[in-house]
């Protein structure tokens, strides 16, 4: 069955830098697009990232471009999350997630999150 | 970005009760959405995608319709452990967004 499990989370200082690591197994991660998703504490789901199967198409929500860098290692069934010029703001509990595909009504080609990890939380604070 | 708003923000309903959830895209979005439950302290979990399509292992008392910008979740009988937030998602357009958010909760 697959399984994801995140690392990596821990408190860091305004403006520090982070790296998740999101470990996958059960399933070729090499045949998936993958997702970051957070959760401010008490907050609802915000989606943050993802990544195209040879990591060569990334797509970020506003708020992180240029802070942000999704990546991944396919030899090593890893996805990372590079997080720098960390703000008090981004601070989350941190998911990873497969994407599985279905065709829409047109006929396109669209993703849902079909696994999740458990997260790994990450505290901006001075 | 598509804005998901999502109805009502939390609903308190009795055990066999019909509940129904539902999430207004700012545009068109065809049928390209999906319904998560997160129970507390948990990984959000997918129920439905493709607006109606239930996901292997979920239960058939949970249904999805809708298509363009109105879409609905229903629990056709409510049970103890659908206590839980529901959330929908659409992954029509970069960035995706979540609605809000629903808490159900049992009476």
């Known amino acids: 069955e697959a399984q994801l499990v995140e690392s990596g989370g821990g408190l860091v200082q305004p403006g520090g830098s982070l790296r998740l690591s999101c470990a996958a197994s059960?399933?070729?991660?090499?045949?998936?697009?993958m997702s970051w998703v957070r959760q401010a504490p008490g907050k609802g789901l915000e989606w943050v990232a993802n990544?195209?199967?040879?990591?060569?198409?990334?797509y970020y929500v506003d708020s992180v471009k240029g802070r942000f860098t999704i990546s991944r290692d396919n030899a090593k069934n890893s996805l990372y999350l590079q997080m720098n010029s960390l703000r008090v703001e981004d601070t989350a509990v941190y998911y990873c997630?497969?994407?599985?595909?279905?065709?829409?009504?047109?006929?396109?080609?669209?993703?849902?999150?079909?696994?999740w990890g458990q997260g790994t939380l990450v505290t901006v604070s001075s | 970005a598509i804005q998901m708003t999502q109805s009502p923000s939390s609903l308190s309903a009795s055990v066999g009760d019909r509940v129904t959830i539902t999430c207004r895209a700012s545009?068109?979005?065809?049928?390209?959405l999906g319904w998560y439950q997160q129970k507390p302290g948990r990984a959000p979990k997918v129920l439905i995608y493709?607006?109606?399509s239930l996901q292997s292992g979920v239960p058939p008392r949970f249904s999805g319709s809708g298509s363009g910008t109105d879409f609905t979740l229903t629990i056709s009988s409510l049970q103890p452990e659908d206590s839980a937030s529901y959330y929908c998602l659409q992954d029509h357009i970069y960035p995706r967004t979540f609605g809000q958010g629903t808490k159900v909760e049992i009476k």
């Open positions: 059960g399933f070729t991660l090499s045949k998936y697009w």
């Open positions: 997630a497969r994407e599985d595909i279905y065709y829409d009504s047109s006929g396109a080609i669209e993703y849902y999150l079909d696994h």
């Open positions: 493709a607006a109606s």
């Open positions: 990544i195209k199967q040879d990591g060569s198409e990334k």
């Open positions: 545009q068109g979005i065809r049928n390209d």
